[in-house]
């Protein structure tokens, strides 16, 4: 029988951006194929081809063996394509139902079948662990839940290719199984899978065959499942060998920057954390999905000003009302969504770097183009960043470049604490990398720095030491050689007992 789907000759072609070039692959039924690439691979290209987002320059499609052209993604659900995004496609004034079914709405005779829709997406929202009643507001739900609507809307069209981008990077662990238990069933069940990820455990735990894009080119295949390993795939990726587990010399810390006593969050009023981060420190918050990680970050920097206690910047009280009053004491915060929150997306690199730093970089009131253009420029180098020029419209940019962007804003600031919600979600293992070796720097140049994170990797790579949350309150924190998987994650279940060194 012919591939369910194959790519041949794919190109594709953006402005000042060769996107894809000569890229092949296909995929067989009832197969899970694992995509991987550096962030500007080509990977989300590709994808959005494949659903009929986007229309390739060059080369064709075949579905079931005959010439495919989608002019939309009607014409690839029609084929059996369902693309489950990175970034939500979902409609918050909607509840659970209405999204999973937006623009399915099942109908007899031409009257809409409520009672019908609610009954089916109570199946669906079941099948990917979410127990949940289906006229629940969609913005009621935490992100990681709104990963998982999302999920089971694509499964509700019945595809017969669900290609998944990073569909575990919002979800905790228990969530990330759950999802792993559906692949499995669907493969079971002879539906194929592409699976696009940077955590490459994953690739290693769900992948049948993987293949490799690199700058926009085919890379490598890897076709034997016992030859899927974490080393083989980093080779193809970048090209070269990536230490998987970094951890830079702890230093003796300098003074307190930030000391936080009985702060109480809007999200949870009725526990009190209290801690504080010291100059040339990395401190990582982790702990399970809606335990006020974030929450905790927000209230800092004033987005949602916090409800009690007491805040101290280098000994200077703070009252975060706003995100004003925190960058003014010399706080600056890299949100999760750095799409949504943290950059104007059809602005330029340079535009969008000095946006925290207007004022420094005028002049009578007007923009000093020469000094914007002098800290743009720098920040390029300094970060590695990733662009045909400093006008280069963020939109453009892998995952990686945008984060290293919205970090740059930040840094033109020259803040005393550095507050990063989810650093590296959605980056590849090269970027991740660099954003290390540039915490690493900043850190032993003397910068504070505060971080959420997801993953263990990460906490057990950057931390000098780490604050455990469940359930909105400080569960513990690890010191540097208390750090591990075991030690984390009995605290953020709220589990007491010894902690070993």
């Not at 065959?209 to 980093?234: C, F, K, P, W, Y």
């Not at 335990?291 to 009280?317: K, Q």
Request: charged share 25%; net charge neutral.
């Amino acid at each position: 029988m012919p591939p369910l789907v194959e790519a041949r000759g794919i190109g594709k072609r953006f402005p000042g951006v060769r996107a894809l070039d000569d890229v092949c692959l296909t995929i067989g039924r009832g197969e899970v194929l694992a995509l991987i690439g550096e962030n500007g691979a080509g990977k989300s290209t590709l994808l959005k081809i494949l659903a009929g987002v986007c229309p390739p320059d060059e080369g064709r499609l075949a579905v079931d063996g005959r010439d495919a052209a989608f002019s939309g993604v009607h014409d690839a659900l029609a084929a059996g394509i369902a693309l489950i995004h990175q970034e939500l496609n979902l409609a918050d004034n909607l509840d659970l139902a209405g999204n999973i079914f937006l623009g399915r709405e099942p109908r007899r005779g031409g009257f809409f079948r409520s009672a019908a829709m609610y009954r089916e997406a109570a199946d669906w929202l079941r099948l990917v662990g979410l127990d949940l009643d289906p006229a629940t507001p969609l913005v009621d739900l935490p992100l990681g839940r709104q990963q998982l609507v999302e999920i089971a809307k694509a499964l509700s069209t019945r595809a017969r290719l669900l290609i998944m981008d990073e569909p575990t990077s919002s979800l905790s662990t228990r969530e990330a199984e759950t999802l792993f238990g559906v692949v499995r069933d669907l493969r079971a069940q002879g539906v194929s899978v592409i699976w696009i990820s940077h955590r490459l455990g994953e690739v290693m735990e769900l992948a049948d065959r993987v293949v490799v894009l690199r700058d926009g080119r085919n890379a490598g295949e890897i076709t034997d499942r016992s030859q899927i390993d974490h080393d083989t795939m980093i080779r193809m990726m970048v090209g070269r060998d990536i230490d998987r587990l970094v951890r830079r010399p702890s230093h003796a810390p300098g003074d307190v920057v930030i000391a936080v006593t009985g702060l109480r969050t809007q999200a949870h009023p009725g526990h009190a954390l209290s801690f504080s981060v010291r100059a040339g420190e990395i401190v990582g918050i982790t702990g399970l999905v809606g335990a006020g990680r974030t929450e905790l970050l927000t209230a800092l920097f004033g987005v949602t000003p916090p409800v009690a206690g007491s805040i101290a910047v280098s000994g200077r009280r703070l009252t975060p009302r706003s995100p004003r009053d925190a960058i003014r004491a010399g706080l600056a915060l890299v949100p999760e969504d750095r799409k949504q929150q943290g950059l104007v997306l059809e602005m330029g690199v340079r535009e969008n770097m000095s946006l925290a730093s207007l004022r420094s970089a005028s002049r009578g009131g007007f923009i000093d183009f020469a000094a914007e253009r002098r800290l743009a420029t720098a920040m390029i180098s300094q970060l590695r960043i990733k662009t045909p020029s400093d006008q280069q419209v963020v939109r453009f940019l892998s995952g990686g470049n945008q984060q290293k962007v919205v970090l740059a804003k930040w840094l033109a600031r020259q803040p005393r604490l550095l507050l990063l919600d989810e650093p590296t979600r959605g980056i590849d293992v090269g970027a991740k990398a660099e954003i290390y070796d540039v915490l690493h720097r900043l850190a032993g140049e003397g910068l504070a720095v505060l971080f959420v994170s997801s993953e263990m990797e990460e906490i057990l790579s950057l931390a000098d030491r780490g604050l455990v949350m469940h359930e909105g309150r400080l569960a513990g924190e690890l010191a540097r050689d208390q750090l591990s998987e075991e030690n984390v994650m009995r605290l953020a279940a709220g589990a007491v007992g010894r902690i070993s060194a």
